[in-house]
């Protein structure tokens, strides 16, 4: 049998203010979307800094979206840390994953607007 743990941690660069990233996390029909799998209940609110949920589902334990401001934006690192929940697929991690990314990438596209990094 597989270790039912799960450790996630990702990072992404959004080239738009921390305060606009984070008032993406604030809005519950975006969280939603990302989040089906999961019941959150807030931790600590860190307001610009990001925030951190127990989480129950098809994972038991924590996440926590952390905002690091970086040069002209911001650092997107997320975290999950916790069980696979007893009606979880096995890979739950992955579906998990793949769903943040997928989801954090549409949000960098559409605040960065499609600007090009230089250099």
């Known amino acids: 049998m597989r270790d039912p743990r799960i450790d996630i941690v990702d990072e992404t660069f959004i080239r738009a203010a921390p305060e606009v990233v984070r008032d993406s996390l604030d809005d519950e029909r975006w969280t939603a979307q ?3 799998h999961l ?6 609110d860190r307001g610009v800094k990001g ?4 989480v129950t589902g098809q994972v038991v334990g924590e996440m926590e ?5 970086y040069r002209d934006g ?7 840390r916790g069980t ?3 009606r979880a697929p096995r890979d ?12 954090v990438h549409e949000l960098k596209d559409r605040l960065e607007g499609g600007t090009a990094a230089n250099g």
């Open 51 to 54: 925030v951190r949920w127990s």
């Open 39 to 44: 019941t959150r209940a807030v931790l600590r």
């Open 65 to 69: 979206v952390w905002l690091e401001p």
């Open 34 to 36: 990302i989040w089906p």
């Open 74 to 80: 911001v650092v997107v690192h997320h975290y999950v």
């Open 92 to 103: 739950v991690a992955t579906r998990h994953t793949l769903r943040w990314k997928r989801a």
């Open 84 to 86: 696979r929940g007893p």
